[in-house]
């Protein structure tokens, strides 16, 4: 009825297999099979973003999608922000402007903001609101998290510049 | 937690798909975004004996209009409606909707049409849809199907889909000259169904009103089809404050919401009163060429 099926993905750039039942939420697949633990699992019921990975470059609920649908395709997580050059603008942003609390929320958060950035690199306040509002912050650290998107955003555009 | 075991098919095409359903003999579920019913999985409210992943299937993301019709298809996610430029000057009902829609974590992956299938009774797109008088196609063992959104649902998370059906595509009569449209929705916090929220589409021809459609969003069983309060607007000039308080009064009377945590229910039959007002004043300014 459900034997285990091999998932192969691409995740921070690197193919990556792993062989999980088809009830298997990715976030558990991303964890467990792959050990990359810095994807948290908050509220287990789609509501609180804590668990955030980008999805083909679009941040996705990994608790409320099957690790066998990932299967070809490229998932991000917050292991990948930072490269050989360092902490990603964001990770910067975050650290620069404590942009974190009890630090729970922070990679969904980051992974939001990442693609956010991607899509828009110069938002405004509102759109960051609503662009994070998917990612709930217990410590409701909101107004720090406002800061670092904006010191990712003015980072970013003097290094394009 | 973890949904009870399945088994998981990723069809590459529609008749393998529905092959698949027919084997599936009743206990078997289509997901395109999954964004209601795995979290329905995880608490075991559901328990498919077989998953029928439609992600695979190449051609189901059309969104387009093609020949007066808006062509949204299975796989067309909540946030392509929302970053839709096409939507956006084509469409307003649809993105006020998409913008107050789950959240947009969920709006990445959750469908358009999913989210009809899937049936919930207070769902913002079941409204939209049958005001905007969308048609529902699908296909079975027999072949195509077509049903129309306005009666589509049939009581809580269940329609007239077929359990041997794939809902495939919904189309959408594109806007006549003149046509507005808006939905308005009060809700507590992101990510929450709506306190109420009501859609309105009219048509405004030499500053008369010619064609008017109202539904409202969990102020009753169903999403409730206001027709003598649109049906009260036609004839009346797009100025008329006194003709759309009538509407909103006549959306307020045959709204049966229930108290709950979003509110009590004297609260909710005034907040569709108010809300059908400044959607139609929206809507008469889009349909103006006059955005609101």
Avoid at chain 1, 88 to 113: A, N, W
Avoid at chain 2, 52 to 78: F, P, Q, S, W, Y
Wanted: negative net charge; proline residues 4%; contains cysteine.
């Amino acid at each position: 009825m459900s034997d285990k099926m091999i998932v192969k993905a691409t995740v921070n750039g690197e193919e990556c297999e792993a062989l999980v039942e088809p009830r298997t939420l990715l976030v558990h697949m991303i964890r467990e099979s792959l050990h990359l633990t810095g994807t948290h699992i908050g509220c287990d019921t789609t509501s609180c973003g804590a668990c955030t990975v980008l999805l083909d470059g679009k941040p996705v609920k990994s608790c409320t999608i099957l690790a066998v649908q990932a299967n070809g395709r490229e998932i991000a997580t917050v292991e990948g922000l930072e490269t050989a050059a360092g902490l990603s603008v964001v990770q910067e942003g975050f650290k620069e402007e404590h942009g974190l609390h009890c630090g729970y929320c922070t990679p969904g958060m980051m992974m939001t903001v990442t693609a956010l950035l991607e899509e828009n690199p110069d938002p405004t306040e509102d759109e960051i609101r609503k662009a994070i509002s998917g990612n709930l912050c217990r410590c409701t650290g909101y107004v720090n998290i406002i800061k670092a998107v904006q010191y990712a955003a003015g980072k970013k555009e003097g290094a394009a510049a | 937690m973890l949904p009870s075991t399945f088994e998981y098919v990723a069809p590459t095409s529609l008749d393998e798909a529905l092959q698949a359903l027919v084997a599936g003999a009743g206990d078997a579920k289509i997901m395109s975004g999954g964004q209601s019913l795995l979290p329905m999985m995880k608490l075991r409210l559901a328990s498919p004996g077989t998953i029928i992943d439609l992600n695979g299937i190449a051609g189901l993301d059309t969104l387009e209009e093609v020949d007066g019709m808006l062509h949204i298809g299975a796989l067309v996610r909540h946030g392509e409606i929302e970053r839709s430029e096409l939507i956006r000057d084509r469409y307003p009902m649809m993105r006020d909707a998409s913008l107050h829609l789950a959240d947009p974590l969920i709006r990445n992956r959750g469908t358009f049409c999913g989210s009809l299938a899937h049936g919930d009774p207070a769902g913002d797109w079941a409204t939209v849809a049958a005001t905007l008088g969308a048609e529902i196609h699908a296909v079975g063992p027999d072949g195509a199907v077509v049903h129309s959104a306005i009666d589509f649902q049939t009581s809580m998370f269940e329609t007239q889909l077929g359990s041997d059906q794939i809902l495939v595509e919904v189309r959408i009569p594109a806007p006549k000259p003149g046509q507005g449209s808006a939905y308005l929705k009060i809700e507590r916090k992101v990510g929450d169904y709506a306190a109420a929220a009501v859609g309105v589409m009219i048509v405004v021809d030499g500053g008369t009103i010619t064609e008017a459609s109202i539904g409202l969003t969990n102020v009753g069983p169903l999403t409730i089809h206001a027709a003598d309060a649109a049906a009260s607007l036609v004839g009346k000039s797009i100025d008329d404050a006194a003709a759309f308080e009538e509407a909103g009064r006549l959306a307020m009377e045959i709204s049966e919401p229930s108290s709950d945590l979003r509110g009590p229910e004297e609260y909710k039959r005034d907040l569709v009163r108010v809300l059908t007002k400044r959607a139609l004043r929206t809507a008469g300014a889009r349909a103006q060429g006059k955005e609101a």
